[in-house]
């Protein structure tokens, strides 16, 4: 009478959870360009914001580069990144962003999100080098900076004492759409 069905699990994954130290700052930027921005672009918004920052390669082994010299820097989806660091200040690691392709199970489940980015090519992800407040500073902007550039939604998370749970903002002057 009873016959048993095999359990699935609810979203499959090839890779394990990513699990972060508290206070470690992490963000997605969701986007429907088809092809990634600039670094140069986002070291422009930086110095708008008040940043003067530097970029490397995700080891940091190169010596950090401001925008003379990356003419020719591209984000390359799927293949690497760049590492972006703030050359004013001496303290934290930076902050490490990559784009890879969006699936169609990527953006939270949330009304507001599917509104906001309702059919997503891109993915930038960014993660601060460590819990400073100055990587912690350069994680949010740089995230802001690119979804301004790119008419994106945001979800940044690992702020402050309470955690890691994220918040989705999809403009800076809207703030926050909903916390998850």
Same mark, same amino acid.
């Given at each position: 009478?009873?016959?048993?069905t095999?359990?699935?699990?609810?979203?499959?994954?090839?890779?394990?959870?990513?699990?972060?130290?508290?206070?470690?700052?992490?963000?997605?930027?969701?986007?429907?360009?088809?092809?990634?921005?600039s670094?140069?672009?986002?070291?422009?918004?930086?110095?708008? $914001? &008040?940043?003067?920052?530097? =970029? @490397?390669?995700?080891? *940091?082994?190169?010596?950090? %580069?401001?925008?003379?010299? /990356? #003419?020719?820097?591209?984000f390359?989806?799927?293949?690497?990144?760049?590492?972006?660091?703030?050359?004013?200040?001496? $303290? &934290?690691?930076?902050?490490? =962003? @990559?784009?890879?392709? *969006?699936?169609?199970?990527? %953006?939270?489940?949330?009304? /507001? #999100?599917?509104?906001?980015?309702?059919?997503?090519?891109?993915?930038?992800?960014l993660?601060?080098?460590?819990?400073?407040?100055?990587?912690?500073?350069?994680?949010?902007?740089?995230?802001?900076?690119?979804?301004? %550039?790119?008419?994106?939604?945001?979800?940044?998370?690992?702020?402050?004492?309470?955690?890691?749970?994220?918040?989705?903002?999809?403009?800076?002057?809207?703030?926050?759409?909903?916390?998850?």
């Amino acid at each position: 009478m009873s016959e048993e069905t095999e359990v699935s699990p609810v979203a499959p994954s090839d890779a394990p959870p990513v699990i972060r130290p508290r206070g470690v700052a992490f963000a997605r930027v969701w986007t429907t360009n088809r092809e990634p921005i600039s670094p140069v672009d986002v070291i422009d918004a930086l110095y708008a $914001r &008040g940043f003067t920052p530097g =970029v @490397t390669n995700l080891e *940091a082994s190169l010596p950090a %580069l401001s925008e003379v010299g /990356l #003419a020719d820097a591209h984000f390359a989806v799927s293949e690497g990144g760049w590492r972006f660091v703030s050359l004013s200040s001496s $303290r &934290g690691s930076g902050c490490a =962003v @990559t784009v890879r392709p *969006a699936d169609e199970h990527d %953006l939270p489940d949330d009304y /507001l #999100a599917r509104r906001a980015v309702h059919n997503p090519r891109l993915v930038y992800v960014l993660e601060a080098g460590g819990p400073s407040n100055s990587d912690r500073a350069l994680t949010e902007n740089i995230a802001e900076s690119i979804m301004l %550039l790119s008419s994106g939604l945001v979800e940044i998370g690992g702020l402050g004492v309470k955690g890691n749970r994220p918040a989705l903002h999809n403009r800076s002057w809207i703030g926050k759409i909903k916390a998850l």
